[in-house]
């Protein structure tokens, strides 16, 4: 150590070791310490060790083996995912996707058992209102008698509220909406995301809504993907 406190020069200095004896590693600033010590001492390797030997690159038969291993899980998965899509539980999606691969109806089943297109009156696009046009066609018929759904499709919903009052939505073909409002009731057991071959009782001619006091009868109407449309010429076109 200098007179000054700074450590001399030569403490940093390899100093022989005893002969035979193998020398140990050393503090710095105790008698004996190399700076080769220091990666020893911190776990490190020494400045004579030699490094280590280069990662081998995986060989062509390792790889081929993990790529068939991805193989065989995609394909697992994949036959999981057909069984799964056949099973009753995934009956609705499946008939969604089939609704709407499906194109539009070229005609329709008069929603309203025992009336025929001929008694039906046009009035879709009639004035209702200051400011509102009728979207569909009113079908009348006595109180209580058998709603029926025009199409196939999908329940898509089951509500009372609005214009419409006691209302049904069905997914039909190429995704258009078909409404059914101012039930009296809806047939008991008819719910949401049920599938309804044509001709499936939905619900019973009433007057709910806004309808509220007026003839008995139905509104029907269909949304396309412009908007609601005439189905008239469709129930017409049923022979």
Known sequence: MREDGKPRCDAFLRKPDAP?????????????FHPADVPILCGGRGLNTPSPEPRSRPTTALRLRRW????????????????????????TPRAVWSLYRQPPPTSLVVPVQGVRARQIADTFGAQRGASRRHAGVDIFGKRGTPVLSATAGVVASIREGGLGGRQVWILGPA?????????QDWRPGLEEGQIVPAGTVLGFVGDSGNAKGTPPHLHYG??????????LPLLRATR
């Open 68 to 91: 068939l291993l991805r193989l065989c899980i995609l394909v697992a998965l994949g036959l999981v995912a057909t069984w799964a899509w056949h099973q009753p539980f995934l009956a």
């Open 20 to 32: 035979g004896r193998a020398r140990e590693p050393r503090c710095p600033g105790s008698s004996g």
């Open 222 to 231: 269909i949304y396309g993907k412009d908007g609601a449309y005439d189905p």
């Open 175 to 183: 995704g258009e909406r078909h409404y059914y409002a101012h039930l």
